[in-house]
């Protein structure tokens, strides 16, 4: 099954970087502009293989870590079925570059069997907006990630140790539990540090907006506002995407 995760934020012709996940305030209008409606039904139809006439099943959310708690309940059941395909189209991989969850997540969540990991705590340096799909792999749904990054986002932002060997370019999500002490010592140099165990190698692919073309079919799709991340002249975007979703 594959399941297409847009994210309001890509639609943008700037890509934000906040620390607040949660915030309300909305982007100044001044800095950030929207793409045309036109542009985005090109590139949801040309290059994503959607169609109004044939919408997908689907979901509308403000804040993104809401997408992992859906796939859980759609998970659970049986609407979802395990492990999937994720297309995330977003101006963030939503892997917690910048805040310091990896410790909770490799130190203490990989360290339980499958079925606690199912129900993470919540917070900014546990499950957030901007990690879930760690959060996500970390409970072995998906068995595949085609990451279309911004076009102006120029870096891999997502730390090299949730990558095979530590290494960006290896092709491979790999997540490896440690002990917690040990992450905090050898953080500089984490290649050198043996995990306790090693998750199961998820294939990604990360591509760029000239780059990327799906044409196969979803079996359901998730759009996210994440407000923090758009201003608020982005959501005349809204029902723009939303003609191509079946709403729950």
């Known amino acids: 099954m594959k399941v297409l995760d847009l994210d309001l934020d890509f639609f943008l012709d700037r890509a934000a970087t906040r620390i607040d996940h949660y915030t309300r305030d909305r982007l100044p209008e001044q800095d950030y502009s929207p793409w045309g409606a036109y542009e985005v039904e090109c590139f949801l139809e040309k290059q994503c293989g959607l169609s109004p006439a044939h919408p997908i099943m689907g979901k509308f959310f403000k804040y993104h870590h809401e997408v992992f708690y859906f796939w859980r309940d759609i998970i659970a059941r049986g609407q979802l079925k395990i492990p999937f395909e994720v297309v995330h189209i977003d101006a963030h991989a939503d892997f917690g570059l910048g805040d310091t969850s990896y410790f909770y997540l490799l130190c203490e969540l990989l360290h339980k069997d499958i079925s606690c990991r199912l129900t993470p705590e ?3 340096e546990k499950l957030n907006p901007g990690n879930f799909l760690a959060f996500a792999i970390a409970c072995r749904w998906i068995n595949k990630i085609v990451y279309v990054k911004h076009p102006d986002n120029y870096r891999i932002d997502i730390a090299e140790f949730y990558f095979e060997n530590c290494q960006t370019d290896s092709g491979y ?19 050198r540090l043996p ?7 998820v294939p990604i692919c990360i591509t760029t907006l000239q780059d990327f073309k799906e044409s196969t079919n979803y079996d359901f799709v998730c759009l996210t506002q994440s407000q923090g991340y758009t201003p608020k002249s982005s959501d005349e975007l809204l029902p723009i995407i939303k003609k191509y979703i079946q709403t729950f």
């Open 122 to 124: 919540e917070g900014a």
């Open 195 to 201: 995990p306790t165990a090693l998750e199961p190698k």
């Open 173 to 191: 999500i790999q997540l490896k539990s440690y002990h917690i002490k040990s992450l905090r010592e050898n953080l500089h140099d984490i290649r």
